[in-house]
């Protein structure tokens, strides 16, 4: 493996955290990149990353085309994250949390040796080293791996990234990516000095009253269909506008969709600015949602999963969504649509 080699589809190759480790020990200038409206776990993987390769003399800067919001801004090192590219050009770009190289931006150009570190089953493996593994509950606990091979110091910035990386991914424990090993990480890194009352505050008791609204208007406008197994919810354009800015959407509201009695697949759909929809999909185990969100054009996990697309009309997409959800709901759980 060259750094700098052309990547060609036909010779990406799966590779585990001792591949990654010998590709940045060989590399001098890297970019982190990571995916559109970062969540925790994005965040959390690139900016403990980031430290990382700077503590030992690695120019490592990270990207990312939305930019840190305000809300994730508590995160160590966020500050390392822009939205500008660098004015180097990296040797290798490595991706964490992306499915495809367009979860960067859709014009996004990699450069260098592409590096591709994920945990969705559905990624397109675009990377000349493709390190997928769908066992981690977030790309934190591959990152703790790397460190790990790479004998970093996992300092108390770092292990706060990455704690909030897997605490943001599990839903804080809740979701059946959690197991013993999620439990053994966090233990680990509270014990290097992450917080874990602190993290939950930050990410999930800080909310802005624009993102209140935002969830109220979502709630007041629940639908349900076959047999109550599907609620569906939509944020529209003009709704935004109201709260103050797309920053304030809220987190965890298809979540919480899902979380009423009888659903089993949860949609929050989103108006995007100039027409154009972006989805959210959630599940109980019994829907793929991943294959849902394929369908559609996305992709995810079995139960969490999404989908965007600025160049549809809004209502029909929608429309077109709905359908294929009942169609999956019948087909898998036996239930035909009211
Ligand atoms: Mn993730």
Redesign the pocket.
């Known amino acids: 493996m060259t750094i700098g080699q052309a990547n060609t589809d036909t010779e990406a190759t799966m590779g585990s955290a001792q591949d990654v480790a010998d590709v940045i020990l060989r590399s001098r200038r890297i970019l982190v990149v990571s995916h559109l409206r970062p969540?925790g776990?994005?965040l959390g993987?690139a900016t403990a990353l980031l430290a990382a390769l700077r503590a030992r003399g690695i120019e490592a800067v990270g990207y990312n085309e939305t930019g840190v919001l305000e809300k994730l801004r508590f995160i160590p090192n966020s500050d390392l994250v822009s939205t500008n590219l660098p004015d180097w050009t990296p040797d290798t770009t490595i991706f964490?949390?992306c499915g495809g190289v367009g979860r960067v931006s859709p014009t996004f150009q990699p450069q260098g040796f592409l590096i591709n570190i994920?945990?969705?089953a559905t990624n397109e493996q675009f990377g000349d080293l493709n390190w997928i593994d769908v066992s981690a509950c977030?790309?934190?606990e591959q990152i703790h791996e790397l460190l790990g091979v790479l004998g970093a110091e996992i300092t108390p910035e770092i292990a706060y990234s990455l704690y909030v990386?897997i605490c943001?991914?599990t839903g804080s424990f809740r979701f059946p990516n959690t197991n013993a090993r999620t439990f053994e990480l966090a233990a680990e890194l509270t014990k290097l000095g992450a917080d874990p009352a602190e993290v939950c505050r930050n990410l999930f008791e800080s909310r802005s009253r624009g993102e209140i609204l935002l969830s109220g208007r979502a709630l007041a406008r629940i639908r349900f269909d076959c047999d109550g197994k599907l609620a569906w919810s939509e944020l529209l354009w003009p709704d935004y506008a109201e709260a103050g800015g797309v920053d304030h959407e809220p987190d965890g509201l298809s979540t919480e969709l899902r979380s009423i009695e009888g659903v089993e697949v949860a949609i929050l759909f989103h108006e995007v600015e100039g027409g154009g929809l972006r989805a959210g999909f959630r599940g109980k185990g019994g829907v793929d949602c991943a294959a849902l969100a394929q369908r559609c054009g996305g992709g995810g996990?079995r139960n969490a999963s999404g989908y965007f697309n600025d160049q549809v009309d809004y209502e029909a997409e929608r429309e077109k969504i709905l359908g294929y959800t009942q169609e999956a709901i019948k087909k898998e759980l036996g239930v035909s649509a009211d």
């Open positions: 969540d776990d994005c993987s964490v949390d994920d945990h969705h977030a790309v934190g990386s943001a991914d996990h």
